[in-house]
């Protein structure tokens, strides 16, 4: 999720404006009431139309009113600038209660900067501010209209009072003739208004409206669970099925956690069927899935169930236990925590550690894929230079961050999700091999959600407990596990040491393995994989062999020792010659045709699996069963 800069304004009122409600609206009333009125009168536009009704206190009726669109929404940390969809913005007197039709004197606008839009009430009581915001992403936070439904995540498309995000907030939506609603906070069929505690809690509430979408539901711990299809594809009669497996994840984690404190929860899943579309994102109280493929298709099934595990764990750790920094948030600039390698690396362990524990994956399965992450860590340039927290405090760059500035993050950075779940899995098997089986990781998040979500009072209007540190994640830590880790914080998640893998995976009787791949050379460059047949350069390793010789990003291969090259023959040609071999290679670099010589480097492919220890106790086999079931 990114960041643009804020942009000065163009007259002396506005300045006045700005900082006058800066200083004045913070410390009035909240507005007597708020309410967001959204229609979609012509869906195949992609513009929904918003209106927001404000009712102003006397003591603000001649105060300019700020309206602000977020620049990035919660759950994704790169800054994306929502104010860019936003067109006709218009402001008037007076609240015209629908459908009646009125004559509103229009009030005058200023656009104060890049994401703010400034009405002066004139002496009126009440403004009406209308606006219409282009939507065409399906997506865990863009929004989506077209003639098949209106998807929102209101981060994208609702603009808040600025000073009165923490004021209760109405909406009320028009949907087209024969299009039903439905979001984590639906109570009853047929519902279109909403009344929300604040504005934070309104964008928390991404919502599904369309004729088709189909809903199943069932209990747990006396919990409703709402499970919401809209397939674009067919789904090969797998519904049933995949609601049911939802059901046994649901059951393992609220095993974990115990029952979660709402009363209803909503997984609004859409199988987009455009091979392109693909995303989860955690709210309070429901989960926007997106799978780019159809429910029928191979391996759709499985990778929606875990995304659910995923997402579905996130109810704890991350929307309820999080980090200090997230939340309430200021949207004026992206949000920075070092917290991130729990709040989505243990996130990501748990997911996959959740679809062993539901027994929708085995054994197998489930190591096998922690070996993957280890694999696509150890190989990773950047997992020597960035640490975990360095990564968290470079989310903005990271989570699905657009750079049209060329970067050379490819080798420098690692990302939070497969290092946190491997910090994840390490402590976890640390702490219950060195205290016998006695505790563990669950303990951990158990102990830090009682401490920081549960037990701790309001920090803010928008939600319980104050939220933690990197320092009490130690804390914490440490005091469960019986021992201090502040060797271990220092060591794996401020600074960049390989993880103590062997230890901890010998505890529970399994040992890590590293061998050369099959054709061990890569010779540090990487080929760009969006294009099938083509051999284009992506990206150069620093110090290898490549860069050596001269090559470059944006480079087409064209010969190798003197034969045309193919994505086939890459490899098993660069296997052929051993370290310090000279091999002569071929680029096309724009109207260029360049040849040069790559010298053979050390081998520089790995493989990394998780093997069973052939001499493997009793007692470690117990606490692999203890950790997995
Ligand atoms: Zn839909
Ligand atoms: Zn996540």
Not at 126 to 154: E, W
Request: aromatic content about 10%; some cysteine; hydrophobic content about 35%.
């Amino acid at each position: 999720m990114t960041f643009q800069f804020r942009r000065g304004i163009l007259c002396v009122a506005a300045i006045v404006a700005f900082s006058l409600s800066g200083m004045v609206v913070a410390q009035t009333a909240p507005l007597k009431s708020i309410t967001y009125r959204l229609s979609m009168s012509r869906p195949n536009s992609h513009l929904f139309e918003v209106a927001i009704e404000v009712e102003l206190p006397d003591q603000l009726k001649d105060t300019p009113i700020q309206f602000q669109m977020a620049k990035w929404s919660p759950g994704r940390y790169a800054v994306f600038d929502f104010a860019k969809n936003v067109q006709e913005f218009h402001a008037a007197a007076g609240v015209c209660p629908p459908p009646g039709r009125c004559d509103q004197a229009m009030r005058p606008v200023t656009r104060v900067n890049d994401q703010t839009w400034s009405v002066a009430p004139l002496g009126s009581s009440a403004l009406t501010i209308k606006y219409k915001v282009f939507a065409n992403d399906l997506s865990g936070t863009f929004s989506q209209l077209d003639s098949r439904h209106g998807n929102y995540n209101g981060g994208t498309i609702f603009m808040y009072v600025v000073d009165h995000k923490p004021d209760p907030v109405k909406l009320v939506i028009h949907p087209p003739s024969g299009w039903k609603i439905v979001n984590g906070r639906t109570e009853r069929s047929g519902q279109t208004e909403w009344q929300f505690p604040n504005w934070d809690v309104l964008i928390d509430t991404p919502t599904e409206i369309a004729p088709d979408w189909t809903q199943e539901s069932f209990q747990v711990d006396g919990k409703k669970y709402h499970v919401v299809l809209h397939s674009f594809g067919a789904e090969g009669g797998k519904r049933n099925n995949l609601v049911r497996d939802i059901e046994k994840i649901v059951r393992a984690e609220s095993a974990m956690w115990g029952p979660p404190e709402f009363d209803e929860y909503t997984f609004l899943i859409h199988f987009a069927a455009d091979d392109r579309s693909g995303d989860g994102m955690e709210h309070l109280t429901s989960t926007q899935i997106i799978e780019p493929g159809a429910l029928a298709e191979e391996g759709v099934y499985e990778e929606t169930l875990g995304t659910v595990a995923h997402e579905f764990f996130h109810v704890w750790n991350v929307k309820r236990l999080r980090p200090l920094e997230l939340g309430p948030w200021d949207f004026t600039r992206p949000a920075n925590t070092r917290g991130l390698w729990v709040a989505e690396g243990f996130t990501n362990y748990y997911g996959h550690l959740m679809m062993r524990r539901a027994g929708i994956w085995n054994d197998t399965r489930f190591v096998a894929r922690q070996a993957e992450t280890i694999d696509r860590i150890e190989n990773a340039p950047g997992s020597r230079l960035m640490s975990a927290e360095e990564s968290s405090l470079s989310a903005p760059f990271l989570d699905d961050a657009p750079h049209s500035q060329l970067t050379n993050l490819a080798n420098t950075s690692i990302s939070y999700y497969p290092k946190g779940e491997l910090i994840g899995m390490v402590l976890d098997l640390l702490v219950r091999g060195r205290t016998k089986g006695k505790a563990s990781l669950d303990d951990i998040m158990r102990a830090m959600y009682e401490e920081f979500y549960r037990k701790s009072s309001n920090n803010s209007y928008y939600l319980r407990g104050r939220g933690y540190t990197t320092e009490d994640v130690q804390r914490v830590a440490s005091q469960v596990a019986g021992f201090d880790l502040s060797d271990f914080f220092h060591r794996y998640v401020r600074n960049t040491e390989m993880l103590p893998y062997d230890e901890a995976l010998s505890y529970v009787g399994l040992k890590l393995v590293k061998t050369k791949k099959a054709q061990p050379y890569n010779a540090g460059l990487t080929l760009d994989s969006d294009e099938e047949a083509g051999m284009r350069i992506l990206n150069i390793r620093n110090n290898s062999p490549a860069e050596d010789a001269g090559l470059d990003v944006g480079d087409e291969i064209l010969e190798l020792a003197g034969r045309k090259v193919t994505r086939q023959t890459w490899f098993p040609t660069l296997a052929r010659y051993r370290p310090g071999d000279s091999v002569p290679i071929t680029v096309k670099r724009d109207r260029k045709t360049i040849t040069t010589k790559i010298i053979m480097g050390q081998p520089d492919r790995f493989e990394y699996k998780i093997e069973s220890k052939a001499d493997a106790t009793e007692d470690q086999k117990a606490l692999r069963d203890a950790w997995l079931k």
